[in-house]
């Protein structure tokens, strides 16, 4: 087989000015990647260069990098190696490399990034879906392409190139590269898969990685139509920019299902377990109000929408410190606040008397140009999240007295014409009423 008339095909027909990232490990494929990439580089016109994590979970870790570096210099392509430290954090030792590993890859400066996986890898990791359990997503396996971020493209090229092929094209040129000694400890799932199971199915079944890989393609199909009607149903939830809960409910059970999952993964959220987003759904379908933290976030169902916000409130000054006093206008933009012109808003002499920023309690009322009202009150009728309304600052004088409710309402006793509001940005999105388009889910 042709592996450079293969490549060259399978690279985007605008190359000019293109720039292609290898992820190089040193191992075979990656070597015998970068090898055709640079072949291909000066009669295509694209920028090469190569990337390194190293892990160093290896003795053999530097000698790894030397090689690559090694390797890149001979071929004159640019490479940048960085060291990363894994943490397992509840993961598997694999799990974890792999999302330093692409942590690493997302930093990348090229709009593509080439990875070396080929047709075993894509048999193994449709057979470690099945172990796992991973659902449709877990058994499509591998894409040819996926966004990695909103400016890099994941590339894999090589995906229907046998393993034998790329051995046959590093020995034709003369390819050195390293071998990982892990890869045999079938103590890791994938090495089980490899050495051990795969090898007992082909004897079996002996057209079994045909069958995979034709399985695989299916489920590749039918998961593009899949994702193509819950972006649908996803778009028509959020016609003007707001997730309406009613509209969701009026899908059938799998579309509610499917466009929750899709949330989750359009707002960066680690999906829950099964369990756990019926739970989700049922709470929608039946409750007129819920919330739930996940992964530092909370999403809040509130007046017939879900908004999302960070879970992580502590850092907020007025609830670091047991009292933050001081001349208003000088702790004001200490912490963070910043004094909006505003038609009735602080005067100027009152930001420079002593005063207090502290977080609302029961007790607290503000004087509006009618009577008083209090605070909670006033954070409910202007729709503030539930969630934070407890600890939502407001500036008060020396004698205790509410001067003014962050980012919302001024005393009316201590307001002047073309005065400030004190707005303390991070809680826009907390405002569901006044701010709406703080509260728009990707």
């Known amino acids: 087989m042709d592996l450079l008339a293969f490549l060259e ?18 191992g075979l494929d990656s ?9 291909l580089r000066d009669r295509k016109n694209f920028k090469l260069n190569a990337v390194h994590v190293h892990h160093g979970l290896s003795p053999f870790a530097d000698d790894w990098a030397d090689f690559c570096q090694t390797l890149c210099d001979r071929l004159n392509i640019g490479l940048r190696i960085v060291k990363v430290e894994i943490h397992t954090k509840g993961k ?4 974890a490399a792999r999302t330093e590993r692409y942590r690493v890859f997302s930093d990348g400066l090229n709009q593509i990034l080439a990875l070396a996986h080929h047709q075993n890898d894509q048999i193994e990791t449709f057979m470690l879906g099945v172990a796992r359990g991973g659902g449709v997503r877990a058994l499509a396996s591998m894409p040819k392409w996926r966004a990695l971020t909103e400016d890099i493209k994941i590339w894999r090229p090589l995906l229907e190139i046998q393993k034998a092929t790329l051995e ?6 003369g390819l050195a590269y390293v071998s990982d000694e892990s890869n045999q400890d079938t103590g890791y799932l994938r090495n089980w898969v490899r050495h051990d199971a795969l090898p007992q199915w082909q004897r079996q079944v002996p057209n079994i990685n045909q069958q995979i890989l034709a399985n695989v393609r299916s489920i590749q199909d039918d998961l593009a139509l899949l994702e193509e009607i819950t972006l649908d149903d996803y778009h028509h939830i959020l016609s003007d920019g707001l997730f309406h809960v009613a ?3 009026n899908l059938s059970e799998l579309r509610r299902r499917r466009v929750l999952h899709y ?3 359009a707002n960066e959220i680690r999906l829950p377990s099964y369990k756990t987003l019926s739970d989700m759904a049922r709470i929608l379908l039946e409750a007129q109000s819920a919330q739930w933290q996940f992964d530092g976030k909370t999403i809040s169902y509130y007046r017939s929408m879900l908004y999302v916000g960070r879970s992580e409130t502590e850092d907020y000054p007025w609830l670091c410190h047991t009292v933050i006093q001081g001349r208003l206008k000088d ?3 200490a912490n963070g606040f910043t004094l909006k012109p505003h038609h009735f808003g602080l ?10 920023v502290r977080k609302m309690t029961n007790n607290d009322v503000i004087k509006l140009e009618i009577g008083h009202k209090s605070t909670k009150k006033m954070l409910q009728e202007c729709h503030v999240l539930p969630s934070v309304r407890k600890i939502w600052p407001i500036i008060t004088n020396a004698d205790n007295i509410c001067l003014a409710i962050a980012n919302l309402k001024i005393n009316q006793d201590f307001r002047a014409v073309d005065g400030f509001l004190p707005v303390y940005e991070p809680l826009t999105e907390h405002i569901t009423e006044l701010n709406p388009t703080k509260n728009v889910i990707k």
């Not at 598997?92 to 799990?95: D, F, K, L, P, S």
């Open 9 to 26: 095909a399978e690279l985007p027909k605008q190359t000019d000015e293109l720039g292609i990232e290898v992820g190089l490990s040193g």
């Open 31 to 39: 070597v015998v990647l970068l090898h055709l990439l640079a072949c």
């Open 92 to 95: 598997g030792i694999e799990a």
């Open 168 to 173: 046959q094209y590093a020995a034709e040129h």
């Open 247 to 249: 509209k969701w409910r």
């Open 263 to 265: 949330f989750f993964q």
């Open 331 to 333: 702790i004001l933009l």
């Open 347 to 356: 005067s100027e002499q009152t930001l420079m008397n002593v005063g207090i």
